[in-house]
């Protein structure tokens, strides 16, 4: 089975530039996650979808971040315009359903720089 | 607002000896807890999970846990520790209420040595 996959890997900006991350979550997962990852520090709920619709998004900086899944399926992530203390990795994760029990699968994250 | 405290930042074992990593918890209702694992450039990895039932849950790599609600705790322990368990472990927790979030600990690096 294969796993959460994400791209890129590895982004460097400047700030005030705009970035978009992409994840593809396993195969018949439909609840899909994205996390903000700060160095030292736990990862952060972004925003979590239900097939293609938001269930939460709380705390999702919507000035500048935006998610979306159009298809149900895979998802982007985007920051515009990006600020210093946007550097981090930031995680996709899916899981089999909403329900609270269920453990979710990670990918490998993205690592973002903004200088 | 639910949380999780994991109060060591680095546990460190010798081979053969062996391990706990501490996580305590703060929700209201019952918690579902979890527990993950990060390898260096690796994404989250699932090692196990209390729901409801037994207190002391086994997970993947011989780990387990026990969850103690008086004292709203959910250590991670492992009878023999291995050099390759040294990595970052996340203690999570989600309350059963219409898909509610997932709240992680910072995370403790645990070095295991030979």
């Known amino acids: 089975e294969a796993g959460v996959a994400q791209s890129p890997r590895y982004k460097i900006i400047e700030k005030r530039q705009s970035v978009a991350f992409w994840c593809n979550p396993i195969s018949g997962h439909a609840t899909l996650y994205w996390y903000q990852q700060i160095l030292g520090q736990g990862p952060k709920l972004l925003i979590q979808?239900?097939?293609?619709?938001?269930?939460?998004d709380s705390q999702l900086p919507k000035d500048r971040f935006s998610a979306e899944r159009l298809k149900g399926v895979d998802s982007t992530l985007k920051i515009q315009p990006a600020k210093l203390e946007d550097s981090a990795v930031y995680l996709c994760a899916s899981s089999q359903s909403r329900v609270e029990s269920y453990e979710q699968y990670f990918g490998p994250g993205t690592r973002l720089t903004v200088t | 607002a639910q949380s999780v405290a994991q109060p060591e930042d680095q546990v460190n074992v010798a081979e053969g000896n062996p391990l706990t990593v501490k996580c305590t918890y703060s929700v209201s209702g019952n918690p579902y807890l979890f527990w993950y694992v990060q390898y260096p450039n690796r994404g989250l990895q699932f090692l196990l999970k209390y729901i409801t039932g037994d207190n002391l849950v086994k997970g993947s790599y011989g780990f387990e846990a026990e969850f103690n609600k008086s004292q709203t705790s959910f250590h991670l322990k492992k009878p023999s520790a291995l050099v390759s368990d040294s990595a970052l472990y996340f203690c999570?927790?989600?309350?059963?209420?219409?898909?509610?979030?997932?709240?992680f600990g910072d995370g403790t690096t645990l070095t295991v040595k030979p």
């Open positions: 999570a927790v989600r309350v059963p209420t219409n898909a509610g979030k997932s709240t």
């Open positions: 979808f239900q097939n293609n619709g938001v269930v939460d």
